[in-house]
């Protein structure tokens, strides 16, 4: 009980049908991206520029030759959703990833959505809609660099849900590995309150999991999460903060999100 009084009180209400809360200065957050990654000996490689903006992968070598393992992370393709940015930069600081762990990173996906605080890009699409038959430039850009990586163990899109009732992840495990959603909600539910509700996004939900039981080849709408599944990974997790908390908590729930599964690897 005291755990549901305390997400309630930590609602903001900002939230009128958009998302109405905090912005960022997405140069300055990108900037101290490139720095952070620069200083831990990650790579970095442009693989798209418009309006003064560059997009860039980073990429980070394994430092163990035993029991290697790839993951990419990728987030800010809406740009409603600054949380997912901070995250990253948060992580970049932190620097502890396991010496086993090989991994590539994109940041930020619509730098151009958060200077207009808008989940599409500046042409009015949702970047996050058009994996499959793609005509954005931005991921047309990004699927061309993905192609030119190995495959990957796992994969994390960092989002927000302006709606949510509290954090919630999207888990693809076809192949049925042994799952990190239950180890991601149990370590979230410390910093962040968990979307208990039994339907989410108009799909069945367990404690914060939704296990959507989709054949992307019935979509014409890809996410990137549906290009990462059927040409890249066999696991893929897209994780959802509510942007209706304050930022601290939305940043630190991803953030725990990631790092539960990158230490589980």
Known sequence: MARVF???????????????????DIRAVLEDARA???RHGWSSEVFYEH????????HREGRSRTNQKRMYLSTGIHG?????????????????WPKNLELWLCPCLNPVGFTLNTRANIGGLDLNRGYLNPVAEEIIAHIAWLERQPKFDLTMMLHEDWESHGFYLYEQNPERRPS??????????KVCPIDRSEVIEGRPASGGIVRPNIDPRSRPDWPEAFYLITNKTCQSYTIEAPSDFPMPVRVNALVAAVNTVVNSL
Do not use: C, Q, S
């Open 51 to 58: 309006d003064g903006f560059k997009l860039f992968g980073l």
């Open 6 to 24: 305390w997400a309630e009180k930590g609602r903001l209400g900002k939230n009128l049908g958009k998302y109405l809360g905090e912005t960022i």
């Open 180 to 189: 990190f959603a239950e180890k991601i909600i149990e370590a979230v539910e």
């Open 80 to 96: 409603d959703e600054p949380a997912g940015p901070l995250a990253a930069v948060k992580l970049l600081h932190e620097d502890r």
């Open 36 to 38: 952070a990654a620069e």
